[in-house]
């Protein structure tokens, strides 16, 4: 990890200080992409076979797992795994749960009544990650809201060969439609339907840079109107901690991102060089001792330490930097909590890694990257629904309201809107003078 110092840069450096791994950059992707979208509008199920063999290397004989399949794969998964999954399935429950809101309906003013609904999306997709790292967690993740919500159509997909633990928690998660599909192909056929995979109104989860641009693409296509979660992409993370964190802490939690994808990114700003320094060389040994080494060691070429005077900039520039995860590893950290504004998800004190989010803790782990962290929020309860607001007015509710509105609508020269005003309050002037007579 390179390091740098904050208040020595120019505005310039400091930009390109906090800018995304090049990986991300990549000029053929939006047409590689487009090019798979086309051939599965055009070919449907026969482009998905052709193209889980081209990418996966698998030959499929069905899209869709049958019930036995399902069946098979559940049993063949550890009761460990099944008891963890038992865990992390009941905190995420019983925080989305939580989430549940009652309509609003109130009186803004007298005979007028104004509600605030919210109605589950009908029919969704979730995509569940799948080649180095089956994400079992990000299933959780998406079918659990989905269910609590009310969603009425939940279809998962996932590329083949599917894990039998995606499968089984899945099942576990009340989910009976499982595809074999992955990437941007995957994203394509629930965005467009074919013979066998149902088209979805909205598009849930996390992926690569193809399944990322995918959902970018779908979601601007004529042919379908299918919206998506937000922009969720290569994993990120980036820590905040003064000279009291523990150094082993802190590489433990940077590693636990890189080792993602070679496009992962992990900063690491501190007001203490010294810690700086401590926080390398754990790294080197830690790394060292990694399975993935060497995809967490390509992700920390594009990663940087930055050196600050204080958590007041801190907090500042992690801010600029919007990160998907923020870890706050300092001797007051709720403190610096006060001042951040821009984080996908934050994770207070030297006991609670980044990890315990990414399966177990409740919240959920499918957030923005890129820096969309500052105007784009967490998955939650409410993105599996859409609000609709409803207005009931009373005949003295509306001469009440009535000439506010011809003012505002002859102002705006919108006489249509005024007239549709006007003959309703002659129509009610008229029955009270024949009612007077």
């Not at 930009?15 to 950059?25: K, M, T, Y």
């Not at 989430?99 to 109605?119: F, K």
């Not at 080197?284 to 005077?309: F, G, H, M, N």
């Not at 989010?357 to 409410?382: C, E, F, I, R």
Request: some cysteine; glycine content about 6%.
């Amino acid at each position: 990890m390179q390091t740098l110092n904050w208040q020595s840069l120019t505005p310039p450096a400091k930009s390109d200080a906090l800018a995304r791994s090049p990986l991300i950059g990549d000029s053929n992707l939006e047409q590689s992409v487009a090019q798979i979208i086309d051939a599965v509008s055009a070919q449907g199920d026969s482009a998905l076979f052709e193209l889980n063999q081209k990418f996966d290397g698998v030959n499929i004989d069905n899209l869709r797992l049958s019930q036995t399949e399902i069946e098979q794969s559940c049993a063949a998964v550890s009761l460990e795994i099944k008891q963890a999954i038992a865990q992390a399935k009941a905190n995420i429950e019983r925080f989305h749960q939580a989430q549940l809101q009652p309509n609003i309906d109130i009186e803004t003013q007298p005979g007028i009544r104004c509600e605030l609904r919210s109605e589950a999306i009908e029919r969704v997709g979730l995509y569940i990650p799948g080649g180095t790292a089956p994400l079992i967690s990000t299933v959780l993740m998406l079918a659990l809201p989905a269910k609590i919500a009310g969603c009425s159509k939940r279809v998962l997909v996932s590329p083949p060969p599917i894990n039998d633990a995606i499968v089984y928690a899945a099942n576990e998660c009340g989910i009976e439609e499982i595809y074999q599909i992955g990437g941007a192909q995957a994203i394509a056929a629930l965005a467009l339907g074919t013979e066998s995979v149902p088209q979805v109104d909205k598009i849930f989860g996390p992926g690569n840079r193809f399944v990322t641009e995918a959902k970018r693409a779908v979601s601007q296509d004529n042919r379908c109107t299918v919206s998506i979660d937000m922009p969720a992409g290569p994993s990120e993370v980036l820590v905040i901690a003064d000279g009291q964190a523990n150094a082993e802490f802190v590489a433990a939690d940077l590693l636990s991102q890189a080792e993602h994808g070679a496009d992962s990114q992990v900063m690491l700003v501190t007001d203490c060089e010294k810690l700086a320094g401590t926080v390398s060389l754990a790294l080197t040994k830690q790394l060292a001792l990694l399975p993935r080494a060497e995809i967490a060691a390509a992700a920390l070429k594009c990663s940087r330490t930055i050196i600050v005077d204080d958590m007041a900039m801190a907090a500042k520039v992690s801010n600029l930097y919007g990160p998907e995860h923020l870890i706050i590893q300092t001797e007051q950290p709720r403190q610096v909590l006060k001042s951040i504004r821009a984080a996908g998800s934050v994770f207070i004190g030297a006991y609670t890694p980044e990890s315990v989010g990414d399966y177990a803790s409740g919240t959920n782990h499918v957030l923005p990257t890129y820096g969309y962290s500052k105007t784009v929020s967490s998955l939650s309860l409410a993105d599996f629904s859409r609000r609709f607001t409803v207005q009931e007015l009373s005949a003295d509710g509306l001469k009440a309201l009535s000439n506010s509105v011809m003012v505002l609508a002859e102002a705006e020269q919108l006489d249509a809107h005024k007239n549709a005003i006007a003959v309703r309050v002659a129509s009610l002037d008229a029955n009270t003078t024949v009612k007077e007579a």
